[in-house]
């Protein structure tokens, strides 16, 4: 285990709702990463996380927003779902260069 | 758990073979190199990183070798076991982006029989 927990495990959202995904970073980790991972596919980088500041961005629209706690954990927020939004979405805490994935939340946009 | 190997590459080896698998990374200025493997169902899990200074670095019963010159990174899983079934994933860090900021590629799954 990698000690990067993820909540929840699994959600159904309709089409134009918003969600919020939530994610614990390993003790003394103060980067968290934030990935999507389509179906068959690699995780795709959507935003980065340090010290409470983003630091880097991928070819995310603005509607994929996050925010980082002083305890390091963080979450991602997408407003407006788009069916195409279906995804594995996965977190990844690291305090130098190895980055560590959680479990990941299965996201499923009826 | 939900298949993460849809429309990959698979790579089948009988148990106790040694695996092979290939990846082509793409920026040259990329520094830092991770591959992953990713069950069913599951994140990612760490197996074994190289810095572009190394053309070879060794693990338990794996090993990464990287070819700058062809941007090429091979990952070598000796006597493979049926617990090694799974999607293996290369990642570059690029350049002039994060600690932790990873491309990945689009990964190959490797069956393993008994």
């Known amino acids: 285990e990698t000690g990067v927990t993820q909540s929840p495990t699994h959600l159904i959202k309709t089409r134009g709702q918003q969600v919020t995904l939530r994610c614990s970073s390993q003790?003394?980790?103060?980067?968290v990463s934030w990935y999507q991972q389509a179906l068959g596919q690699g995780p795709q980088f959507i935003f980065q996380y340090y010290r409470e500041e983003e630091n880097g961005r991928g070819n995310f629209p603005p509607r994929f927003s996050g925010l980082q706690f002083p305890n390091y954990s963080s979450e991602l927020n997408v407003n407006a779902l788009e069916l195409d939004d279906s995804a594995l979405y996965l977190c990844?805490?690291?305090?130098?260069?190895?980055?560590?994935f959680g479990q990941g939340t299965r996201l499923t946009v009826v | 758990g939900e298949s993460v190997g849809l429309h990959l590459p698979t790579l089948s080896v009988q148990e106790g073979d040694n695996s092979i698998i290939n990846c082509a990374y793409s920026n040259s200025a990329s520094d830092y190199f991770i591959w992953y493997k990713q069950e069913s169902g599951k994140g990612p899990q760490f197996i074994i990183d190289i810095r572009s200074n190394m053309d070879k670095r060794q693990g338990q019963r794996v090993t990464v070798l990287l070819n700058k010159t062809v941007k090429h990174l091979s990952l070598q899983i000796a006597a493979t076991q049926p617990g090694d079934s799974a999607v293996y994933f290369c990642a570059e860090n690029p350049p002039n982006s994060g600690y932790s900021t990873l491309t990945f590629g689009k990964g190959t799954m490797l069956l393993v029989s008994p």
């Open positions: 003790s003394g980790h103060n980067t």
């Open positions: 990844a805490s690291s305090s130098g260069r190895e980055a560590f």
